[in-house]
């Protein structure tokens, strides 16, 4: 973008030069230009016999002939040595080998005792135990025929003879009460006997309390006059922006010294007799940004076709 107008990359980051990407300055050098062990290449070299193959053969080896491990060493069968050992360890038992007189026995069933080592018990055996013979009970004795109901509400309908009707009068239980106490106030003598050296406490609950009696009350010789209270006409107002609840009356406007100088007219009309318009203001219009007007400079009808396009 830098010949077709505007900054350059460079200008733009803001760096006076282009950083290095894979050096710091040095000079290259080539790979193979340091030779390493030149002795190695002057003059005669050991040139050996060349590299054998590993096979059956000694060749490849140190020695001329293969020595053995154990040599002059005797034979030895390991099926015949298993055999001995096991005749060696049969000299041990004492007897005869212990033989099961039979295989193991299977159950043929849940309550079944065979292939147990105690066999059947006499305690689980179905068979049933001998009882005397049965004897059917006697027949119940037989009465009249039962009658019909419940019995809740019918009369002579139950085993025993229904209850006679007996009057009771009204809050009997009270009138019992009440003779009681009749007769339990005509037996006492005299009042209830009251102690009058029962304790009481250092400071009585009442420390206005007497046991005198009031006197008279006292009687007052003037006459209080009869006034009554005042009572004002209305209840009090609260001022809203007004003299309302004021003692004195809202003052009269004064007139304003500072008059009106210019009174504008209701109808003003040009020379043709029409109402006068005025003409309006400055209207905004839009405006294209820095960037929008940047991209038209550069790139335009012109040089649309030869501009070099640069994406970031």
């Known amino acids: 973008m830098g010949d077709k107008g505007g900054k350059t990359d460079m200008e733009r980051v803001g ?6 990407y ?3 300055g040095d000079r290259y050098t080539r790979p193979g230009a340091i ?3 030149t002795a190695a290449t002057k003059g005669k070299q050991i040139l050996p016999g060349g590299s054998k193959e590993r096979t059956a053969l000694q060749h490849g080896y140190f020695t001329d002939k293969y020595a053995r491990v154990l040599e002059g060493e005797a034979y030895s069968d390991p099926v015949k040595m298993r055999r001995l050992h096991r005749l060696k360890e049969g000299q041990k038992n004492i007897g005869k080998a212990f033989l099961p007189s039979n295989g193991d026995k299977k159950p043929s069933g849940l309550g079944n005792h065979y292939g147990t080592l105690a066999g059947p018990i ?4 179905p068979v049933g135990k001998s009882r005397q013979a049965y ?3 006697g027949r119940n004795f037989t009465t009249n025929p039962a009658k019909k109901g419940t019995g809740y509400g019918y009369l002579s309908v139950t085993i025993g003879k229904y209850h006679n009707h007996l009057s009771d009068a009204y809050e ?3 009138e019992i009460s009440r003779k009681e106490q009749d007769a339990h106030r005509k037996a006492l003598k005299g009042g209830a006997f009251r102690l009058n050296m029962h304790p009481k406490s250092y400071f009585d609950g009442n420390p206005y309390q007497s046991d005198r009696p009031l006197g008279p009350p006292k009687k007052s010789g003037t006459k209080l006059p009869d006034v009554k209270p005042f009572k004002p006409s209305s209840p009090p107002k609260e001022p809203g922006g007004m003299k309302a609840g004021t003692f004195d009356p809202y003052p009269s406007h004064s007139t304003d010294q500072y008059g009106i100088k210019y ?3 209701v109808h003003v009309v040009n020379k043709t007799g029409k109402t006068f318009m005025p003409s309006t203001g400055p209207k905004s219009a839009p405006v294209s940004s820095v960037l929008d007007q940047n991209v038209t400079k550069t790139i335009n009808v012109q040089n649309y076709k030869t501009v070099q396009q640069v994406t970031y």
């Open 22 to 24: 894979t050096t710091i």
């Open 15 to 20: 760096l006076f030069s282009e950083m290095a």
């Open 122 to 125: 006499s305690a689980f055996s």
């Open 172 to 174: 009997k239980a009270k």
């Open 263 to 265: 009174k504008r007219p």
């Open 35 to 37: 030779q390493f062990n």
């Open 135 to 137: 004897k059917a009970p």
